[in-house]
């Protein structure tokens, strides 16, 4: 966890829980709402999953002025995880979950970075 606070603080990033108690049927899909709303049109977005007793793994990162151009975390498969926006009187970041499998169990957490970061 030190390393993953540490890595927000260089990049000066802020990082915020996702939805709490959110629960959905294996199989099915769902999508995550970040609750963080960047002034700034520049920058990156992040999500994170964090597995009961583990630290949050990289699941994927996203440019805000070009939501196509998608960094994956390595050995996740790239068609189960699709980023959107939304717009109502402020954007809004998503990250949807296709077809849901047990080992998704976890807390979700998104973040905001106003430089790309590097992943590891």
């Not at 959905?24 to 007793?53: D, E, F, H, M, R």
């Not at 996203?62 to 009187?89: E, I, M, P």
């Not at 047990?102 to 979700?108: F, I, L, M, P």
């Amino acid at each position: 966890m030190k390393r993953f606070s540490l890595l927000c603080l260089l990049l000066h990033c802020f990082l915020w829980k996702t939805s709490m108690n959110v629960s959905v049927k294996q199989g099915q899909n769902i999508a995550l709402t970040c609750p963080l709303n960047p002034n700034s049109s520049v920058g990156v977005i992040s999500w994170y999953k964090q597995p009961p007793g583990h630290e949050p793994q990289f699941i994927l990162s996203h440019n805000l002025t070009n939501t196509s151009h998608v960094h994956y975390g390595s050995g996740l498969n790239h068609s189960r995880y699709v980023v959107f926006t939304s717009d109502g009187l402020k954007t809004h970041y998503h990250l949807q979950i296709i077809t849901t499998l047990k080992n998704d169990t976890g807390v979700y957490y998104c973040g905001f970075a106003d430089k790309n970061p590097t992943h590891d």
